[in-house]
Structures are given as C-alpha cells and as structure tokens.
C-alpha cells in the first residue's frame, strides 16, 4: 500500500486524474488525491486509515531494515477515512459497484454501526458511492442510509441517491469535488 | 498488531489495568483500553490508526486467505490517535521517556506539523506523553508545545508540563482518564 504525503506536485493531481477519468484509476487513488489537494488549499484535513495487518513474524537482517515475513490483512473495525472540515469530524466510507444501485452486502455492519456512533456524537458521517457504470458518485448521510436498510432493502437504487443523497461532481482538480456536496448535504 | 473491538469485557479492562499499574503494561495498550472505555459509555469514539504498512509480495495459496510475505513498516505521516470528543475532532500523538523531560527529538516534525494544522482547523491537538519513571502522564497543547520547540529548547522538563499542560490520572477504569484532562485544557 502507498502511502501519499500532503504535497504532491499538480502534475499528479492531473494525471491520475485523467486516468479517473477513463475508468483507469481506482476509485481510492481518486478519492485520495482529492484529499490532497483539500490538504494542500488547508479545506480540510482528511486522510484514509492504513489497512489494518496482524504482523505474525519479521525478519531483522544485518544492516537492513526490519522486513515482515508473514502477516495477514485483517477486517477493518472502522471506516476508511476520517479528519476534520470546517471545525467539524468527518468520517465516511468508500464504496464502488459495478450495478446501477448499491447493494448492502457491500457494506459490514460494523462499519454501519460506527458511522451511526459518529452521527450520535454529531460528526459528518455518510458512504460515499462510486457507481462505475454510469461514472457518477453519490454521498449519502448514514441516517437515510440505514433507515432503509432497517425497513428492509437489499439495495438502493441511483435514483434514490439523486433524492435522498448529494452527487459529487468527478472534475478537473481535485478528481472527485465532494467537499461540495458534504456542504449540500449538512451545511 | 492486534486490533482491538468495540466492545472488551470489562474483565479485559481490569486486568490489563493492573498490568499498567506495575509498569508490565505497554502506553499504548494503557490507551487504547482507555478508548476501549471511553466508546463503551459514548463519551468520546477515538481509535489508534493502524501501522502503516508497505506490502510487497503477497501469497494466495489454496483455500487459505492471503498471506503477505514481504513487507516493511512505513513511517506514519500523521499522528497515532484521532475521533471525536464532544462534538469536536480531537487528534493526538502519544509518546513515552525513561526521562524526566521530554526531547523534542522523540517526536518528528511531520507530526507537530499535522498537530499545527489540525489547531488551525479548531480541532482538539495534542501530545500526550508517559513520564515511566514516575508514572505520571501529561497532555500539553500543540500550540505552547510548538512554541517551546520554536525557542529553541531541546526538552521539556516535567515541572513546564504541570504549568502549561494538564496531567491525566492513572486510575482503575479506564486506565489512563485523560478526558478529563482534555477538559481542563480545552473546555
């Protein structure tokens, strides 16, 4: 896994933006050069958890650094990005799906259960959806979110995104605007 | 590394309470119980992120999960903790000495720049520090922190600490109660 630090040149943030663009780049990659450039304005402060791996044995070669030599990725007990904006704690999790409506098995209950923690303790908390099809991303706040998935839904269709959520415009710089349509959804 | 859940017994908490007591108990573990607490009767929802990890090669033998084979420990670019506290983002870096003064060598400066720009956003950013052969804990403000840094002071003895921070008691549960003295601090 990269890690990315806070001040890439803006020819990245360009060109793995056109490779967005042509459904080359992984919806993360996006998500996470937009934070970057959010980073790089001072807009917000927003990064994504590293993976969570159980180290099992590591290896300490002369002269080397310690090398891992057998570990295991492990279930994230929480969501994939946090940080603050506008003064405020924001939480979501990334999700992408090749369907035209987003299918809650995509989504552990954990991570529900926490976006719904955060909500309680009044930070931002949504899903934000990249539907691959139709190249479009949806943010939905987690209360609409769960409520249907307690009244008892398998999925959630995009039409239902474009009432009960905020599309996020995919652009130039940053790759996905999505600070715009947090500002829709809460402010 | 483990990854602690949501909801320990509080059996769990005891226990390892005693071991920090008698100095057997790792900080870090200390904290995270005390999170561990902290989530189980809502008051705040803070976690320790992740190692971050560099994976290289990666094994998928038959009928057993992934196993990564070569990898190497990253240097974090932000800080151990954050979450929030109070309806207010809150991020930490903890830190321990076998001193009596803290050197502002323990900590890098990718670190006190995140807690810099975290304060400019009005979140909660500190650093809280184990004083092991005491057995006190501190928390001080990334700003008076910074401007000791910025005078040019190599330490920070514990006697600055009782004056510009705010000490956290060591207790039976949650461990570490440093809540309170995020209170004392900040509201």
Do not use: W
Not at 45 to 56: C, E, L, M, S
Not at 101 to 130: P, T, Y
Not at 139 to 148: A, G, H, N
Not at 167 to 184: M, Q, R, W
């Amino acid at each position: 896994m990269k890690v990315k630090y806070p001040y890439p040149s803006i020819n990245n943030v360009v060109k793995t933006h056109h490779r967005f663009q042509s459904q080359g780049m992984y919806f993360e990659d996006a998500l996470n050069l937009s934070n970057e450039y959010y980073r790089n304005i001072n807009k917000a402060i927003i990064y994504k958890k590293p993976t969570p791996i159980q180290v099992v044995k590591v290896d300490y070669p002369r002269r080397s650094k310690a090398r891992i030599v057998e570990a295991y990725y492990q279930t994230a007990s929480t969501t994939d990005y946090n940080g603050i904006y506008r003064g405020k704690y924001i939480d979501y999790e990334a999700k992408e799906t090749e369907n035209l409506s987003f299918n809650f098995k995509h989504i552990s209950l954990h991570q529900m259960q926490h976006l719904a923690r955060i909500d309680e303790q009044n930070g931002l908390a949504f899903v934000i959806i990249f539907f691959k099809k139709v190249n479009r991303v949806f943010l939905i706040d987690i209360k609409p979110f769960l409520k249907l998935y307690h009244d008892g839904l398998k999925s959630i269709k995009i039409a239902d995104f474009e009432v009960l959520g905020a599309e996020a415009k995919i652009g130039f710089s940053p790759p996905i605007d999505y600070l715009v349509a947090v500002d829709k959804l809460y402010f």
